[in-house]
């Protein structure tokens, strides 16, 4: 299975502020997604970071608030702009791996 | 609107008990049910289930797929605290060409000495 880095794994920030995350895959894929999980929920999904396009995003999610690169087929960053504590979650990247989702370490958000 | 139903939403047992955790789903264009353990941050993936009536196991670790009764259960049979987590159900959804993954809230387990 794919081995995905993740980082940072948690952050403080102030409100206002934007963080960018970052998730590293061990091996070219197509296709990395974004999850925000808050506070007992379960995980929704942000957006599809294509390779060479721009990403696909859910419902409730823009560009504007959650821009995402991926400059190559191993490497993505999900930026959280303008942050408030509504943004407070965990974030996670995943890769498909033989019809099988795996995931980053995740990335533990709290904004004051 | 595609949807994932788990139960119970939390569960406290002891150490040696068998659980059952429940996942009822509708989606448009199944595809595959995921189960996840989360035990901090990162799901670590269990079982993917795919066929009907086919059990899945690893160790004390079960599940099974009922696509007329559209649900799945997984069971955990002698828990151990270390079981303690919660326990995610995903449902793939095909929706032409592009395939979506949609989680259900999770079941957070307590297994207690």
């Known amino acids: 299975s794919a081995v995905i880095s993740q980082k940072p794994s948690r952050d403080i920030c102030q409100r206002g502020t934007s963080l960018t995350i970052q998730c590293q895959v061990d091996?070219?894929?197509?296709?990395m997604f974004w999850y925000r999980q808050q506070p007992g929920q379960s995980l929704t999904l942000i957006a599809t970071?294509?390779?060479?396009?721009?990403?696909?995003?859910e419902s409730g999610f823009v560009i504007d608030k959650f821009p995402i690169s991926r400059p190559n087929l191993t490497f993505s960053t999900l930026t959280v702009s303008n942050m408030s504590p509504e943004d407070s979650s965990i974030y996670l990247c995943?890769?498909?791996?033989?019809?099988?989702?795996?995931f980053g370490q995740g990335t533990r958000l709290t904004v004051v | 609107e595609d949807k994932v139903v788990q139960s119970p939403l939390s569960l406290v047992v002891h150490e040696g008990d068998t659980v059952t955790l429940n996942c009822s789903y509708e989606?448009?264009?199944?595809?595959?049910l995921l189960w996840y353990k989360q035990e901090k941050k990162a799901p670590t993936f269990l079982f993917m289930l795919?066929?009907?009536?086919i059990e899945k196991k690893s160790g004390r670790l079960s599940s099974i797929l009922d696509k007329k009764e559209l649900f799945s259960i997984l069971n955990i049979t002698a828990t151990q605290t270390g079981d303690s987590a919660v326990y995610l159900c995903?449902?793939?959804?095909?929706?032409?060409?592009?395939?979506?993954?949609?989680f259900g809230k999770g079941t957070k387990l307590t297994v207690n000495p």
């Open positions: 091996s070219q894929v197509t296709m």
């Open positions: 970071a294509n390779q060479g396009s721009e990403a696909t995003y």
């Open positions: 795919t066929s009907s009536g």
């Open positions: 995943s890769v498909e791996d033989l019809g099988t989702a795996f």
């Open positions: 995903a449902v793939e959804d095909d929706q032409g060409g592009s395939e979506k993954l949609v």
């Open positions: 989606v448009t264009n199944f595809r595959s």
